[in-house]
């Protein structure tokens, strides 16, 4: 079979076969077809798209590139959550030992940073000695031991998504449907979770910015989950601002941390307890929802959330006492306020362009060989609806590089929108998507 073949005809809008998926999911495992190759492929899916039969066999193919992790032997429903990523997204960090404390089994395989959203991987990393690299042994090991994980894809775990994701990021390919579906989709099923939740974004921020975009891309995926007959749900929640009021590695683990000892909440918290009281549902914790967010709020309450993070933070081999004292923590050398040029309103942000401001300071990759600053971002001081003086601070920069200062001051100004009125604010959840259908509000 010629890759220039298969790339051809998807350039032309037809249908690939299973046999020519297969060829180009093996060649992008095994290292044989080019990065340029791999490139121009995903290019062309972008632009003509994905058949659901097309895109299921996509995930089925890069599940089975490399090996099945088998969680059986940790007992009960191991549940997992994905994120389609966003600026200031830090729900793993606080929901993951949420659920945990509350005796669910979490074991998440995570992804790095993508585009302008920040990674999970990433995150954790900034956290002197802790690691992300673990065998599966150690992984269900650790799950059967403290109830969670999150480490990253082993190098036998869905190599033909691992090759395919690096590159989307570097190639512009990153929002389309179909990728983004098998992709999410095939580490879920690979990694061996019993149960799925998703949170896929919508908004300034988000891989997919409309409603009905995201709306797709949960159904889609929720369709591939249902395919391969696990129990899958999707919440479509808002990414017109950052979730988080902190954007950077650092940064958004020190908002973790806060939140879990109860010195922040916001919407962070808000889509946090959404998102993990699904997760006990899904693991046969709670009952409910309702009584799944009741559980949470009490474990947060107590501290065990926070002591839970500890636990798995010095169980990956990091310096738990991070939990006690963020100063453990990578810090920035500048802090500059970014200040509002007018008085008015918080009307809008480009939460898209806020994410790239951060990755600007060093916070994110803009090739896949750049090497990430854990301890530079920025803080959000305004939200949607805020009123703001002339020089009020919109935001704070934390940089290294104090020549990056006044870009990133405009950057940030022409992000935010100031009005003369107050505007409605965005919504948290828009949608929970099911395989019996889309409940909107």
Not at 114 to 128: A, C, F, N, R, V
Request: aromatic share 2%; glycine share 12%; net charge negative.
């Amino acid at each position: 079979m010629n890759m220039v073949d298969v790339i051809l005809k998807k350039k032309e809008g037809k249908a690939l076969t299973a046999e020519e998926i297969h060829f180009f999911a093996q060649g992008a495992a095994d290292g044989s077809i080019p990065d340029y190759q791999l490139s121009a492929l995903l290019m062309a899916i972008c632009l003509r798209g994905m058949s659901a039969e097309e895109t299921a066999c996509l995930t089925m193919e890069m599940m089975h590139s490399g090996g099945v992790v088998d969680l059986s032997a940790i007992g009960g429903v191991c549940v997992d959550k994905h994120s389609t990523g966003g600026v200031g997204d830090t729900t793993t960090l606080v929901l993951v030992p949420l659920a945990a404390a509350c005796g669910a089994k979490v074991a998440k395989i995570s992804g790095r940073g993508l585009g302008h959203t920040g990674g999970t991987l990433d995150k954790l990393e900034s956290i002197p000695g802790c690691s992300v690299d673990e065998t599966q042994e150690r992984f269900i090991e650790q799950v059967q031991r403290i109830g969670c994980a999150v480490i990253g894809q082993t190098h036998d775990l869905c190599p033909a998504d691992k090759a395919l994701y690096a590159l989307r990021d570097v190639t512009g390919t990153v929002g389309c449907v179909p990728l983004i579906a098998s992709s999410i989709v095939s580490k879920k099923l690979a990694s061996g979770a019993g149960a799925i939740v998703l949170d896929v974004k919508t908004g300034s921020g988000a891989l997919m910015q409309t409603l009905d975009e995201s709306i797709a891309l949960a159904q889609a995926m929720v369709d591939i989950g249902t395919q391969a007959g696990k129990p899958i749900l999707a919440l479509v929640t808002g990414m017109d601002q950052p979730l988080g009021t902190h954007v950077g590695n650092a940064l958004e683990v020190k908002e973790a941390i806060d939140i879990l000892a109860g010195r922040a909440g916001g919407d962070l918290l808000a889509v946090s307890l959404e998102l993990g009281s699904r997760m006990l549902v899904a693991a046969g914790v709670a009952g409910d929802v309702e009584d799944g967010k009741a559980r949470m709020k009490q474990a947060l309450a107590s501290g065990a959330g926070l002591a839970k993070l500890r636990e798995m933070i010095e169980a990956q081999g990091g310096d738990g006492r991070v939990c006690e004292d963020t100063d453990y923590l990578p810090h920035a050398a500048y802090k500059i306020a970014v200040p509002a040029p007018r008085a008015g309103y918080i009307a809008r942000m480009d939460t898209t362009a806020i994410g790239y401001c951060a990755q600007d300071l060093g916070a994110g990759r803009k090739k896949k060989t750049d090497v990430i600053d854990p301890a530079v971002g920025l803080i959000m001081d305004v939200r949607i609806g805020d009123a703001v003086k002339a020089g009020d601070p919109l935001a704070t920069l934390y940089l290294n590089r104090p020549e990056l200062a006044d870009g990133a001051i405009a950057r940030m100004q022409a992000a935010i929108t100031i009005a003369d009125e107050r505007p409605e604010l965005p919504p948290l959840v828009y949608a929970a998507v099911s395989p019996e259908g889309v409940t909107r509000g």
